[in-house]
């Protein structure tokens, strides 16, 4: 049967209609997952609350002594917010936030919360990411005998695993093998350098990042004359390090050991060159005797007695966790001291629980200053150097571009990008980071830089691609839509809309003006209405800095 004009073109739009509906249905049943498992309800053990008293007494006591008066504690959802900043990258979801808010009394709150970000896969990923830059920087590598990514996934399983620090730390010093089937031995394949006299694992690169990245010395200063500062550092302390690098080897099977193999130099002021025994530069009473020269010196890094190994790991975690180092630069320390507060405490306590690194980060989320405000109470009564210098009130810092990016992404869904997101989510995910970062600015190696937002990245969030993306009409994606078309109330919305960009809900007046911005709007309006406060949430200084 012949169908007239009208008939064919109401039949068309109907499977047009069809279509429309079915591939909503469908992407929706790719993107639903199942309910969310509440929050692991984790009490402070009994052990651990000596360490937490050690080390928040010590804070005390430098406060009175200094005379400045710590700022008021912030709530929960602020602790949140800089643990998953720290630790995943991104700000937590709106999902995460509901199960935090329903965790019982008798739960510790951010043990708890701890205990979530530990089973992230989102930890293991980005914060093996941060160690793998104090460990082998951002550089590419020499070619075929240098898979960054695989150390950075490697760190990753070790993280998972919860592994003693130390055995980690031995595992990269010492390593053997192919760079592929054992991935910590790119921390000595990133030095190799290919073709030359030189061929081979490059000992002055490696000595370098093992006295920074382990010990928190600058020892590299003195590669080339002794230290002109005052200090005891002298040029053979450098060599003697290096030293022990001097017999690995790249051979078909991978890093070995070539005993025959000695080290050269010829010192500042010297005419021949002369072979370099090895030598720690300390406490060589520390030292093993039995063993090749890596597996020696990762022994005497680790040592439960090498108070710098120790000192160089708090500071570091410290940092990750707060933006700031206790000391700056934080691979700088001074071997004998003076320390800043808390330091020598939280170094101790490191050892005593056997160089855990989850156990650390337990540790500083529960001291006194990650749990103070970055602000004062009193507006007529800013915040002071003197306070800032004394951890009596948080650091605010500006957030690494990665961080932004994760926040950004994050806050355009209303349930956790983790490991539960569907795959589509997680690839646009990297694909939507990797190029957010790449025209923001990655500060590579200098993971503590206080750089203020620069106009060409406050440019990229007015008008970037990322924020029009997550932010634009879209009821499957985009948290905007969604809030826009089904929450209950305009008054849901906006506190919704706050808690999924600011992990904060809105103060009275912020309500009364964006809730005004929504009334009496319907469909399109509301949900480009809902676009402009997103927006405008994204593109607040608050959201670019941990406060």
């Known amino acids: 049967m012949k169908l007239s004009p009208t008939a064919r073109t109401l039949l068309g739009l109907a499977i047009l209609v069809g279509i429309v509906i079915g591939g909503t249905v469908l ?59 720290a630790l995943t990258g991104a700000t937590p979801s709106l999902e995460e936030l509901r199960k935090l808010d329903e965790l019982p009394p008798e739960a510790d709150p951010v043990q708890s919360w701890l205990d979530h970000l530990f089973q992230d896969p989102r930890y293991h990923s980005y914060f093996a990411e941060r160690l793998a830059r104090a460990y082998v920087g951002v550089e590419t590598g020499p070619f075929l ?26 595992d990269l010093v010492a390593a053997r093998g192919i760079w592929t089937t054992n991935p910590e031995a790119n921390f000595i394949t990133v030095s190799v350098v290919q073709g030359g006299n030189n061929e081979g694992p490059d000992e002055v690169k490696l000595a370098a990042r093992t006295s920074r990245a382990f010990l928190g010395i600058s020892l590299d200063c003195m590669q080339c004359h002794d230290d002109k500062f005052g200090d005891h550092w ?39 060159e002369q072979v370099v025994s ?22 005497w890094i680790t040592h439960a007695e090498n108070e710098a190994f120790s000192r160089a790991t708090v500071n570091r975690i410290w940092g990750l966790l707060l933006g700031r180092p206790l000391h700056s630069p934080v691979d700088d320390i001074p071997l004998e001291g003076p320390f800043p507060a808390g330091m020598e405490e939280m170094a101790a306590i490191f050892v005593e629980t056997n160089h855990n690194l989850q ?42 571009s990665e961080q932004v990016a994760g926040s950004i992404i994050q806050a355009g869904s209303l349930q956790a990008l983790d490991r539960d997101a569907h795959i589509i989510s997680k690839f646009r995910r990297f694909g939507e980071t990797r ?45 905007s839509t969604r809030l826009a078309n089904y929450a209950s109330s305009d008054e849901q919305a906006i506190d919704a809309a706050f808690l999924a960009t600011l992990t904060r809900h809105p103060t009275p007046d912020e309500k009364t003006h964006f809730v005004g911005l929504l009334q009496e709007t319907r469909k399109k309006q509301r949900e480009r209405a809902m676009q ?12 670019s800095w941990n406060r």
């Open 234 to 272: 002298k040029q053979e302390h450098f060599h003697e390090l290096a030293a022990f690098y001097a017999q690995a080897e790249v051979q078909l099977t991978g890093i070995r050991e070539k005993h025959s193999r000695d080290y050269h130099m010829k010192f500042l002021g010297e005419t021949e």
């Open 145 to 170: 005998v240098y898979r960054r990514r695989r150390l950075v996934n490697w760190l990753g399983d070790q993280l998972e695993q919860n592994r003693r620090y130390d055995a980690l730390v031995r």
């Open 435 to 479: 190029d957010f970062v790449k025209r923001y600015g990655d500060q590579g190696e200098d993971e503590f830089a206080e750089e203020a937002g620069t106009i060409p990245q406050r440019l990229l969030l007015m008008n970037g691609k990322l924020v029009g993306e997550r932010t634009k009409p879209n009821p499957i994606m985009n948290s």
């Open 27 to 85: 992407l929706s049943g790719l993107f639903a997952r199942k309910a969310p498992e509440p929050l692991s309800a984790r009490v402070m053990p009994e052990e651990a609350r000596p360490y937490i008293e050690r080390v928040n007494e010590v804070f005390a006591s430098t406060w009175e002594e200094k005379g400045v008066t710590p700022t008021p504690k912030v709530d929960l959802h602020t602790i949140a917010r800089r643990l998953s900043l």
């Open 532 to 543: 402009d406060i997103y927006w405008a949430l994204i593109n607040s200084t608050e959201f």
């Open 359 to 400: 156990s650390l980060i337990r540790l500083v989320a529960a001291s006194e200053p990650f749990q103070r405000a970055s602000q004062s109470d009193d507006p007529t009564a800013p915040v002071t150097q003197e306070q800032e210098a004394a951890w009596a009130a948080f650091p605010i810092t500006p957030l690494r």
């Open 278 to 299: 090895e030598a720690v530069p300390y406490r060589p009473d520390l030292l093993p005797e039995e063993g090749d020269r890596r597996s020696r010196l990762s022994r």
